[in-house]
């Protein structure tokens, strides 16, 4: 809203610059530190050959790297490729019902994923802010949804929560925190465009679509309601 304009590009120049040199300089004692203790005994099992185009040895103490760069990166281009592919097939069919595909795809990968009392815990989220959200109160909104977050950090609620997910895998609780985290961001971005929207309130389905979107469900990035919902064509 309001007045935008471009900014002047001596200033997007300057910020460009100092950008640059803060990147470089923290590269540069990464590299120092990591030159330094490359031969300690205590390092010696966490470095392996790996980055030969640099000239230098790769870090696999990092257990949530190594599980990215391995089988779990392969789970992921499985789902976005089954996420793509019928999106595709739908928007050449039946482009009209195109956001309940990606819904329906979303929902399902999620319920494989994580179980189906992990799926009853988003929803139970999802009911209550969107409850929330017909009130039509933008500090309701904001409260809301900051205790809704703060439910997965406090204990004993934060445990509670944590144990509907079924099965135990790794990066579970990346997965967990990731996508309940941001389901709580969707939700109140959803509940703050309802506030905005003068004629009446978007639907329940609005919300489930926006937030069963796959590629953003686990790790984001956050698209505010309003733009998904001119993107996705509701």
């Known amino acids: 809203m309001g007045i935008k304009a471009a900014l002047p590009k001596y200033e997007l120049y300057f910020y460009t610059s100092v950008l640059a040199l803060a990147v470089l300089w923290a590269a540069s004692w990464i590299y120092e530190a990591s030159s330094e203790n490359v031969d300690r005994k205590t390092f010696k099992e ?126 579970q609780d990346v997965l967990f925190f990731g996508g309940s985290g941001f389901t709580i961001m969707r939700c109140m971005s959803f509940a703050l465009e309802n506030y905005e929207k003068k004629d009446g309130n978007y639907t329940f389905l609005d919300l489930l679509k926006y937030n069963f979107y796959l590629p953003f469900f686990f790790f984001g990035p956050i698209m505010t309601f309003d733009k998904f919902h001119v993107q996705v064509g509701f």
């Not at 190594?66 to 097939?89: C, D, E, P, Q, Y």
């Not at 809301?144 to 790794?170: C, H, I, M, R």
Request: a positive charge; one cysteine or more; aromatic letters at 16%.
């Open 46 to 171: 966490s470095v392996q050959p790996g980055w030969t185009y640099f000239g230098r040895k790769m870090d696999v103490a990092d257990f949530e790297w190594v599980m990215w760069f391995t089988k779990f990166r392969n789970h992921i281009v499985f789902a976005l490729s089954g996420h793509v592919i019928f999106a595709k097939i739908c928007s050449m069919m039946a482009p009209q019902h195109r956001s309940t595909v990606y819904m329906v795809y979303g929902m399902l990968a999620v319920f494989c994923t994580m179980g189906l009392t992990y799926m009853m815990l988003i929803l139970s989220h999802c009911i209550l802010l969107y409850s929330i959200a017909m009130v039509k109160q933008k500090w309701l909104c904001f409260v809301a949804g900051l205790v809704s977050l703060a439910t997965f950090k406090l204990e004993p609620v934060s445990s509670w929560q944590n144990g509907f997910v079924t099965g135990n895998f790794d990066l």
